[in-house]
């Protein structure tokens, strides 16, 4: 007798710890905010898509997908209205995000999963709020929720902003030259000897060559003063 009712005990106790392991796991999936994540997705899209449909390298199947995803029509991007519309929705875009980040701070990985953990990144990159939400970049990167790459790109960012020479190699710029012709540029670096070195450590797979090779983008290093000229 003894024995079944320390048997019935033994099983009673694993019973109650395989209850209480079922609620801790079941709220460690409970953190994810899932009305946050679907609107930092809804964001992303926007994001994203836009630029696919600007950089214009897509089949016809990708921008009838894209433009069901953003409920827009072949007539919003019409010629010049797709550029239009791009400022139009970064506008949106960081005002929307300007406000989850002050309710929320940077949304981390845990509270809404891949891939709208992206979302507020990209938002910021593509505005000119860069420099004031930079130190929230850093700070979300040692926690992890960014890559080193891409705290890369925005340091780069914000320094060609600034009209400074960027330390990564990871900013081309676009304007009109002289004759009026639109040209693309790798903005100035700061150490050219050392650049590849800087890549690497990083985490950029790529030589600033490379990069430049597979963006289409002939490799000339400007100084800062020679960008008047062009």
């Known amino acids: 007798m003894k024995s079944f009712?320390?048997?019935f005990l033994t099983l009673l106790i694993i019973l109650i710890s395989c209850k209480g392991n079922n609620k801790r796991d079941y709220s460690e999936k409970d953190k994810i905010n899932l009305e946050l994540k679907n609107t930092l997705e809804s964001i992303l899209i926007k994001d994203q898509g836009i630029r696919e449909i600007v950089n214009g390298n897509i089949?016809?199947?990708r921008k009838t997908e894209l433009l069901t995803q953003m409920n827009l029509s072949e007539n919003d991007i019409d010629g010049n209205r797709k550029f239009d519309l791009m400022r139009e929705i970064d506008s949106i875009n960081i005002a929307e995000v300007e406000n989850i980040?002050?309710?929320f701070g940077y949304p981390s990985k845990s509270l809404v999963g891949e891939?709208?953990?992206k979302a507020v990144f990209y938002v910021i990159q593509h505005s000119d709020k860069i420099n004031k939400?930079?130190?929230l970049i850093r700070e979300a990167t040692k926690n992890g929720d960014i890559s080193q790459t891409s705290l890369a790109m925005m340091e780069d960012r914000n320094l060609m902003e600034q009209?400074?020479?960027q330390i990564y190699g990871t900013q081309i710029k676009g304007q009109a030259n002289k004759k009026g012709e639109w040209i693309y540029f790798l903005w100035p670096i700061k150490n050219v000897d050392s650049i590849n070195v800087w890549r690497k450590q990083i985490g950029l797979e790529q030589t600033v060559e490379e990069y430049l090779k597979d963006m289409d983008?002939?490799?000339k290093?400007?100084?800062i003063n020679e960008l008047s000229d062009l």
Do not use: N, Q
């Open 133 to 135: 939400y930079l130190p």
């Open 59 to 61: 089949s016809d199947k």
């Open 101 to 103: 980040i002050a309710e």
């Open 221 to 223: 290093l400007y100084e």
């Open 115 to 117: 891939p709208a953990i």
């Open 217 to 219: 983008v002939e490799f």
């Open 5 to 7: 009712k320390t048997i």
């Open 163 to 165: 009209g400074l020479e």
